[in-house]
């Protein structure tokens, strides 16, 4: 059983930056793909970004591809994302997930979650 806790969610201004971690434990870090996750208020759990077991391939959703960096540390057990540029629309609940085999932007993709962290901004 795989358990994730995010942390480094926040407040901050339209235009700063925020990274946030997610530490996992109870299983085989190495062996498990990374998603990120986000879901706004009255809206549905979106794909964000995601990194394959070994950190070689990566996958962005459009809405923020060049802006958020997802990257991992297999020896530290944590998958970082990295946000830039961030815009109030960014505001959301984080979500951290793993998941075994290929690339996934979808929710159905991966097995286990974390418990989120708040990313506000203002504008």
């Known amino acids: 059983q795989v358990q994730l806790v995010e942390s480094g969610g926040g407040l901050v201004q339209a235009g700063g930056s925020l990274r946030l971690s997610c530490a996992a434990s109870?299983?085989?870090?190495?062996?498990?793909?990374k998603g990120w996750f986000r879901q706004a208020p009255g809206k549905e759990r979106e794909f964000v970004a995601a990194?394959?077991?070994?950190?070689?391939?990566?996958y962005y959703a459009d809405s923020v591809k060049g802006r958020f960096t997802i990257s991992r540390d297999n020896a530290k057990n944590t998958v970082y994302l990295q946000m830039g540029s961030l815009k109030p629309e960014d505001t959301a609940v984080y979500y951290c997930?793993?998941?075994?085999?290929?690339?996934?932007?979808?929710?159905?993709?991966?097995?286990?979650w974390g418990q989120g962290t708040q990313v506000t901004v203002s504008s």
């Open positions: 997930a793993a998941g075994r085999y290929s690339l996934a932007t979808t929710t159905s993709g991966y097995d286990y």
């Open positions: 109870g299983g085989t870090f190495s062996l498990y793909k």
């Open positions: 990194i394959s077991s070994g950190g070689g391939s990566t």
